[in-house]
């Protein structure tokens, strides 16, 4: 049932997007090369767990993929339109799904969107899809990214989507090496990389977190039921 339900939920995506001519904008590979004298670069570790080599394993198919496309001026990144469906290659591992900790194919593939997004709000992409994780699962010593930039994906429910709002093309380019990866937003011209704010707010439930940039401008608002 759940099979069928993803089915119809990608459908449902395809449509939208053909209807809107965003599937238009969504990158195709190319082997032109492009030159890229500047970056921006987020590393992260790629913490211990249980299913760490299925995560590597992941990590790295992911960002071999991902390493393939250039962004023109307003172009879109989709996560899913490149990864595609996770049952097809990926390994299982852990994941949140409706709030439960469970594994499924593509487990730790939030950590490549992840990344990507945290490189988009320093660089000033548009983001137009990300969803932050419902709960903070990690304590201090297991988190590997701040509170509120993260983006969990869910194929064919929750997509990670970024347009490239410069006047000349980008790529982001990842590599998985030991226990770190590290997403670099490569470009043709200089971009002024953002400093960013977090103002987190506790209840006894619930941690509110914005995200702010040197100016002020609120980026995100990420709302995570405590564990």
Not at 47 to 69: G, R
Not at 97 to 107: A, D, K, R, Y
């Amino acid at each position: 049932m759940r099979k069928i339900k993803v089915k119809i939920k990608v459908f449902l995506r395809l449509a939208d997007d053909l209807f809107r001519g965003t599937y238009f904008k969504f990158p195709k590979k190319t082997k032109k090369a492009c030159r890229f004298d500047y970056a921006i670069t987020v590393t992260q570790e790629v913490k211990p767990s249980e299913t760490f080599d299925n995560k590597i394993y992941n990590l790295t198919l992911a960002s071999e993929k991902i390493s393939q496309y250039v962004l023109l001026p307003n172009q879109v990144f989709s996560f899913w339109s490149i990864i595609g469906n996770p049952e097809r290659e990926f390994k299982k591992g852990r994941s949140i799904i409706n709030g439960q900790l469970s594994e499924e194919s593509g487990g730790g593939l939030c950590q490549v969107s992840g990344i990507i997004y945290y490189a988009a709000l320093l660089s000033g992409l548009q983001v137009l899809e990300r969803h932050n994780h419902s709960m903070d699962i990690y304590m201090d010593e297991t988190r590997f990214t701040p509170l509120g930039t993260d983006a969990t994906v869910v194929y064919g429910y929750k997509d990670l989507r970024v347009r490239n709002n410069f006047s000349f093309p980008l790529k982001f380019h990842l590599e998985v090496e030991g226990n770190t990866i590290s997403a670099s937003l490569q470009t043709a011209e200089k971009i002024q990389e953002k400093t960013l704010s977090f103002a987190m707010e506790n209840s006894a439930s619930d941690i509110l977190v914005t995200v702010s940039d040197e100016k002020g401008n609120m980026l995100n608002k990420s709302e995570y039921r405590k564990l």
